[in-house]
Structure formats: C-alpha cells, structure tokens
C-alpha cells in the first residue's frame, strides 16, 4: 500500500511525522515520490495562525482531489481543537488526536508499534531534528498551542541519548534539539533535570560534530545555558529566542513573562560572553491595541539587538484564546504596512551582522547543492549563517573550511580551503 505525508508547521510537528512515516515504512508500506497518487494520507496539521489552518485544510482537499478513494488521516494541533470541522471535510476516515499519534498504524493495520522508539532517519533532512520535550505551560494570550499540546511533559535523558546515537550512527552530524518549549526540558522529571544536562549528555557522542537549540523562550536562557554555548566545541552560536513585541504594555496584553529591558539585557549579555553569536527570533505585528508608538518601540528593539533573521507574523485572533476576544483596532492595510516596515529593517540587521563574518575562515556544515545558485554547495555555519560554496566535488553532508568572501542575497558566498596545512586555523570575533 502507498502512504503519503504531509506537515505542517514547527519542527516537532515534523519531527512526529517522522516517527509516524517510520512505523509506516517498517510495517511495509511504501513512500509515494513526487505527484505519485497514494492509497493513504496522513495530514500533520498545525493552527499557530489562521494562515496555518488554511494551510492544513488546503492538503487534506489536496489528498481527496489526488484520490478520492483513498483514506486520509488528521492529526496534529488543529485537528486536536477542531475534530468536528475535520471529521466534516471530504474523504477524511479517521482524526487522530496528539496524544495518539503513535497509535496510528495500528488503527490502521492492527500492527503494533513499539512504543517510544523515537526515529533513525530523517526523510529529505542532512540536519536532524530531535524532539525531547513537548506541550507548554506558558498559556500566551494569543496562542492555541498548549491547548492542542497539554502540559509541558519531557523525554527521559536516556532516551534522548540513545536516540541522538542511533541517529549519528547513520550518518547525521548535526542534532536540533526541538521541544514546544525547549527550555523548560526536565522540570517535570524526576529527579529533576534542564536542558543543559540533556546537551552535556550529547556532546560525548562520537561523531556528532553539532548541537544546534530551536527556539527557546527569553526566561530560559540560563546563565549555565550561556557558559555552554561559549565554552562547547559542539554547541553552535546561535539562538532563536522570540520579541513578538518590544513594547512593555503590549507584552503584557500577550502574557509574555519578560519586559522590554530584559530582554535587551540578555541579548546583551549573551553577545558579551559569547563572541560571534547569532540571534534569530519571532515578533508578531498588529496585537490588538498595538498603536503606532507600541510598534515603534518593536522596530527600535529589533534595531538594537540586531538579528540575523526576523520571522515575521501578522496577528490573527485564534479561538479559546484570551486575546481572541480583544477588540480588533487595526486595519490590515496597517498590518500589512508594518510588516513591510519591519521586513526591511530586518533585512539591514542581517546585513549588518554577516558583514562582520566576511574574511572570516570558518567550519561549514554543507547540507546539499543550493537550490537557488546553479553550481553552488549550500550550508550553515554554527551561527546560522547561510554558506554558498562552488565545487565539482559532492560535498554533502561534509564539514569544510571556507573563506567568507561576497555577501549574498541572505548569506554569504564562500571559498573552500585546505584541510590539514599547519597554519589554518578558524577564526572566531
């Protein structure tokens, strides 16, 4: 029988469909490639934004068009919140809640799984994602996400290592380590653990050359965390750690445990102690009330903290949220314009700090041929920047010493270097 998978949303939804697609794989099903019509779809949903929703209904129409005969299953977060309007859409068999992905393929086929088992492989991915810890306790006032996904709940560190093993042992060489809310790993085991531990564990894996962070809440961003990242040889330099407002009164509104000044004084902070470390984040535009001085205050946040990337996410209300009843005061033509605004700036940021990388000689993780740039390799750094690199040689998945040269569109253009002369060293700022 031929499956097909779609996800959407965040890396732990992806992750979730992964441990589906093994269990499927195993029990003998076959992957469909490309356009290949399947006997069954399994449709990872997700309902962080309204765009979300209309993305995830978009692939479960898709699937019945693709098939009308075949079966599709929902699961995911907005499938968990809305079962009724997802059971009502054609060609859907069976909508499964969050907590029963695992129990899919049996329902399914009557083959059991074995619970637990985690994943070995990472479909379509040179970088690979490891969940360890899932829900959230936070309850923001516009996000749906810890009523789809409960508590905060985490993996036992056993666990976690066994699996960043099996999964070194078949070739991956950088680990994400992925959770709805990273950093509050191990507060709910007992005894009792943090995230710091569950990385300490990783780095004595042989062969794991990188441990890259998701995203992380500003709160739990310990000062341990901070002294791993700058004393690890596998840590890499660079945190996602969400604004989605610099504007005290409207982080408030959102339910956001930080003010503007502290998240300023850790950025700081962080970059002090940590030479040459990236920060990404998240900031949503148009919360009700939002005036035009909240938001200036947003846009003179990013201005300071200066990061590499900016997601960038236009309010829309999410229903049982606390904010979905706020007044709307907002029309979209001014959402609109304040994205745009923020785009921009958001684009000198990332500017500015790759400029300092240039004349840099740097370790490039290179994930595959550049899907933009004919004859070009592309990767990362540890810091996230984005690395194009021309070569004949298959470089895939292989750790290489380039020179930064010429900044691109979003990255940096790059030429390679020797391995083993005696006087290459890596630069570090």
């Known amino acids: 029988m031929i499956v097909k998978f779609y996800t959407l949303g965040c890396k732990v939804n992806q992750y979730d469909t992964q441990e589906i697609r093994e269990r499927f794989l195993e029990a003998g099903f076959i992957e469909a490639k490309g356009k290949e019509v399947a006997d069954l779809y399994v449709v990872n949903t997700c309902t962080v934004t309204a765009k979300a929703d209309k993305d995830s209904l978009y692939y479960v129409h898709r699937s019945h068009r693709e098939n009308p005969k075949a079966k599709i299953i929902v699961t995911g977060c907005l499938a968990e919140l809305e079962r009724k309007r997802i059971k009502a859409q054609p060609g859907v068999s069976l909508v499964v809640s969050n907590k029963n992905k695992n129990k899919i393929l049996f329902w399914v086929t009557s083959v059991r799984n074995r619970s637990n088992k985690g994943i070995s492989f990472f479909q379509g991915h040179t970088r690979v994602f490891l969940k360890i810890q899932d829900g959230c306790n936070n309850f923001c006032s516009y996000c749906r996400v810890p009523l789809a996904r409960g508590k905060s709940r985490s993996r036992p560190l ?66 341990q965390l901070i002294a791993k990242i700058k004393d690890s040889s596998k840590l890499c330099r660079h945190l996602h750690i969400p604004i989605q407002s610099g504007d005290n009164l409207i982080l408030k509104k959102m339910s956001r445990k930080y003010s503007r000044e502290d998240y300023l004084e850790l950025i700081k902070k962080t970059k002090n102690r940590v030479p040459g470390l ?47 009843n706020y007044p709307m005061t907002l029309q979209p033509s001014v959402i609109k314009e304040r994205v745009e605004q923020l785009r921009m700036e958001s684009e000198k940021c990332s500017l500015s700090f790759r400029r300092k990388f240039l004349g840099k000689r740097l370790q490039v993780l290179i994930e595959g041929r550049s899907p933009e740039k004919s004859g070009f390799w592309q990767g990362y750094t540890d810091s996230y920047i984005k690395i194009l690199l021309k070569s004949r040689k298959n470089l895939k998945n292989q750790q290489v010493f380039v020179r930064l040269k010429k900044l691109s569109q979003d990255g940096i253009i790059a030429e390679t270097l020797p391995i083993g002369r005696p006087f290459l060293k890596v630069d570090t700022l």
């Open 158 to 223: 056993k666990d976690i290592a066994q699996e960043a093993q099996r999964l070194v042992a078949r070739g991956f060489k950088e680990i994400v380590l992925t959770g709805i809310c990273l950093g509050s790993y191990g507060e709910d085991l007992n005894p009792k653990s943090d995230l710091v531990e569950a990385i300490t564990a990783l780095e004595a894996i042989k062969g794991l050359l990188r441990i890259r962070l998701s995203s992380i809440e500003a709160n739990d961003v310990s000062d």
């Open 278 to 324: 990236a920060i990404t984040t998240d900031v949503l535009v148009g919360f009700p009330g939002e005036t035009q001085a909240n938001f200036q205050n947003t846009l003179s946040l990013v201005k300071k903290i200066c990061p590499l990337r900016v997601h960038i996410f236009p309010f829309s209300p999410r229903p049982q949220t606390a904010a979905y």
